[in-house]
């Protein structure tokens, strides 16, 4: 149970129990995995990757200190390159995996957990021999969920656990490569939920009906949530496009930002660079002995580099790439990056002196109705549900998506607590909810250097774009080697929006690095490249 005092016993039932989805990922079990306690042993293992000793080395710049630009920093320093610049707009490393301390918790402003806690996750992988994660490592499970209406009431749990099996039906056809139910890979989500919803609620009882409608509603927020976008502006084809990495997901109890560590550590003195925000990038026109390119920072100082790796992300592409390229991008690319959809996600932490909730926790979904959406004109409609912070016993966590989350950014704290606790209050049917001492939210569209929280597939996109935002610049230039190259969560075909994502496409960058430096016996003939628009 997780509300235990303010609603009226009748009203309130415990959904302990309550299966939960992951949303477009399939459902999720918590099962312990048991880590080894002991140290590996150290072992020499010459790495097939790496350069000849006493091969010159190319000169590379990689834009951005995320888990992107670190990976492939990484990847060149395991490959026997050293020379090379990480250059961070901002003043420390980790770009959307943020942790801060609010109350008695650290909480993630970005990246919440681990999504696919297994040895196919890179990033788990990582945080594995690290051990940030605790032995026997705990599945996250998602099993104490209450959904709330807007008049006040609990959805009971049997009728819960019906809305779940439908809409995971709805969503396992949406991830088939031949769709059911009159599906369209080109239609909007929400038309596609709506149109299999009304299909579905056929199979059971009137009087059921309202109630598994409503809990969907609620799980499509879930939808919301993850994608940072309303539904009627997804493509429904997002979902078959991206590819689940089993094991569920999992939580670093010191935060994710404990991954910066290994991924800084062992790189060279001043290897990074922060406060360094990139003004623009020469490429593609230089005569022979000058640097293929020149990253030019907003300070004045250059960089000239055999080599660039861009890993900033979709929507600073999507603000500033007609300007941060000099010349510009290939049409195709431009396309392609105005054609991707980038969604905005916040989370507000809220501390309350006196909790009001049991100490097993729990998340309250709130259920949306169209109706509701429709009477609800403000950036609350935008708020999917509220959440027992795991490790706090006094931080609760509000998710909102979509553009309400950019209008929220713009309120003063005190409208923003207003407005929450309202909708609170409202939808947990009581006026006593206490009021919260400290708030603490993120804000990643107003922030220039993100512009934005993750990746989606809307109307129009394709997965497609994705491969024509990563391609290597200049393409298809013949003996001519790449000096462009592009890294980052919109950069990976099947994992977009993900921390694997990012970490898989910093390192897939740099081993092309590697590759083209063996090729070469060092770095690249310094000569003027074909037309790079072409």
């Known amino acids: 149970m997780f509300y235990k005092d303010v609603i009226q016993p009748n009203n309130l039932r415990c959904l302990t129990g309550l299966r939960w989805l992951n949303v477009g990922r399939g459902l999720m079990k918590a099962k312990p995995v048991k880590l080894d306690s002991k140290p590996s042993e150290p072992a020499c293992i010459y790495d097939m990757c790496a350069i000849k000793p006493g091969t010159p080395q190319p000169a ?232 293929r390119a020149i990253v030019k920072c907003c300070d004045g100082e250059n960089f000239p580099a055999d080599y660039v790796i861009v890993t900033v992300s979709l929507g600073v592409l999507k603000d500033s790439a007609d300007r941060l390229f000099c010349p510009n991008l290939p049409s195709y690319k431009m396309s392609a990056v105005q054609g991707l959809g980038f969604g905005n996600v916040n989370r507000v932490f809220l501390k309350f002196d006196s909790p009001f909730w049991a100490e097993s926790g729990g998340t309250l979904i709130l259920t949306w109705t169209p109706a509701d959406l429709a009477e609800e004109k403000s950036w609350l409609r935008g708020v999917t549900s509220f959440e027992a912070v795991a490790g706090s016993s006094k931080v609760l966590a509000a998710t909102i998506a979509g553009p309400e989350a950019t209008i929220m950014e713009s309120l003063e704290d005190h409208e923003l607590l207003d407005g929450l606790m309202t909708l609170l209050r409202r939808f947990l049917g009581s006026t006593v909810v206490p009021t919260p001492s400290e708030v603490l939210r993120s804000d990643w569209r107003k922030n220039t250097y993100f512009c934005g929280y993750r990746t989606y597939l809307g109307l129009g996109s394709s997965p497609g774009m994705v491969d024509s935002i990563s391609t290597p610049l200049p393409f298809d230039c013949g003996d001519i080697p790449p000096i462009i190259f592009f890294a980052g969560e919109h950069t990976h075909q099947t994992h977009y929006g993900t921390l694997h994502g990012s970490r898989v496409s910093g390192i897939r960058e740099a081993s092309r690095i590697v590759e083209l430096t063996k090729r070469f016996g060092g770095p690249p003939v310094k000569a003027t490249p074909c037309n790079p628009c072409h």
Request: negative net charge; glycine residues 10%.
């Open 60 to 291: 590379v710049v990689i834009i951005g200190a995320g888990m992107a630009g670190l990976s492939a920093a990484n990847r060149l320093l395991q490959c026997g390159i050293t020379n090379f610049k990480v250059v961070e707009a901002m003043d420390g490393p980790g770009g959307r995996m943020k942790t801060c301390w609010i109350g008695d918790a650290a909480v993630e402003m970005g990246y919440p957990y681990i999504e696919g806690a297994s040895l196919a996750n890179t990033v788990f992988t990582l945080a594995a021999q690290e051990r940030l994660l605790r032995a026997p490592v705990e599945r996250l499970a998602e099993d104490s969920l209450l959904f709330l209406t807007s008049d006040g009431r609990a959805i009971d749990s049997e009728t819960a656990n019906k809305a779940v099996d439908v809409f995971t039906e709805l969503v396992e056809n949406a991830t088939e490569h031949e769709p059911k139910g009159g599906f369209q890979h080109g239609s909007d989500l929400a038309s596609y939920i709506d149109c299999g919803l009304k299909a579905h609620l056929n199979n059971y009882p009137k009087h059921e009906r309202w109630d598994i409608s409503r809990a969907v509603f609620g799980l499509l927020g879930t939808l919301r949530a993850q994608f940072g976008e309303s539904l009627d502006k997804l493509s429904a084809s997002a979902l078959l496009s991206t590819e689940e990495i089993p094991g569920g997901r999992v939580r670093i109890p010191v935060g994710l930002a404990g991954l910066m560590a290994p991924l800084v550590r062992n790189l060279p003195q001043n290897a990074v660079v922060y406060c360094k925000p990139v003004h623009c990038i020469l490429w593609g026109t230089a005569g022979p002995g000058a640097p």
